[in-house]
């Protein structure tokens, strides 16, 4: 069997079954437990379009009672994960033809399935993502403070929640509209730091796919 599931609907399926082991241990009342796992169950199997019998037999969540059943289940998911196809260093170049040398990602940054791909270039205070929108790449680098608060902030595409060591406020580089050549356009939202663990996190890239419309003014 090929790769089926998402990374991002990996990583929502995971959490579903986190809460329904929360379920498992808290809740004592049988009837209660069954109705949290079909309706577990449900969002699960909403995550795909069409199944093979096979697909459906290993998403299945049905014969799941315990902790360690939840373990080994998405251990067994786990080989059927694809994330965003292998990216080249030229074709990194050539999404930031701005950018004058950019340091490129890690070697191993794309060893393990991921939603986006994103790094850091110290040198320059940037930091890069990439994904693909319809197929086609898309790219964009977004500057990073320089102030080294202790607020605390959101990341807009895991919710995950730290301070600024983990998680900052970036301001992307934005295409200008048609309409306003030239004019300066301003966003800016929270991201975490460490892309690793935002990929292990994210469960839908629908915010991400909107930022990088907005920023790279794709219609
Ligand atoms: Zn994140």
């Known amino acids: 069997m090929d790769t089926f599931?998402?990374?991002?609907?990996?990583?929502f399926i995971k959490k579903c079954l986190s809460d329904l082991n929360t379920t498992f241990k808290c809740c004592t009342d049988k009837n209660i437990v069954e109705t949290c796992k079909l309706s577990t169950r449900d969002q699960i199997f909403n995550l795909f379009e069409a199944l093979t019998e096979e697909q459906i037999t290993l998403i299945d969540i049905n014969t799941l009672q315990?902790?360690?059943d939840i373990d080994s289940y998405t251990k067994k998911l786990d080989?059927?994960?694809?994330?965003?196809?292998?990216i080249t260093n030229a074709q990194i170049s050539k999404l930031f033809k701005k950018e004058h040398k950019i340091k490129m990602p890690d070697s191993d940054a794309q060893d393990t399935p991921h939603v986006y791909l994103s790094?850091?270039?110290?040198?320059?205070?940037?930091?890069?993502?990439v994904y693909p929108i319809n197929d086609k790449l898309v790219g964009m680098a977004c500057r990073l403070p320089n102030s080294n608060s202790k607020n605390k902030h959101i990341c807009t595409l895991c919710h995950y929640v730290?301070?600024?060591?983990?998680?900052a406020c970036v301001s992307p580089v934005c295409k200008a509209t048609s309409s306003?050549?030239?004019?300066?356009?301003?966003?800016?939202?929270?991201?975490?730091?460490?892309?690793?663990?935002?990929?292990d996190r994210i469960t839908s890239a629908e915010k991400l796919e909107n930022l990088l419309k907005d920023v790279c003014q794709i219609k």
């Open 119 to 129: 790094w850091i270039d110290e040198s320059i205070r940037k930091l890069f993502i």
């Open 79 to 86: 080989g059927y994960v694809y994330g965003m196809a292998p």
């Open 5 to 11: 599931i998402k990374k991002e609907h990996y990583n």
């Open 162 to 167: 730290g301070d600024e060591t983990e998680v």
């Open 66 to 68: 315990t902790a360690l």
């Open 180 to 199: 306003d050549a030239g004019a300066y356009r301003s966003i800016s939202f929270d991201v975490c730091l460490d892309s690793k663990k935002c990929n």
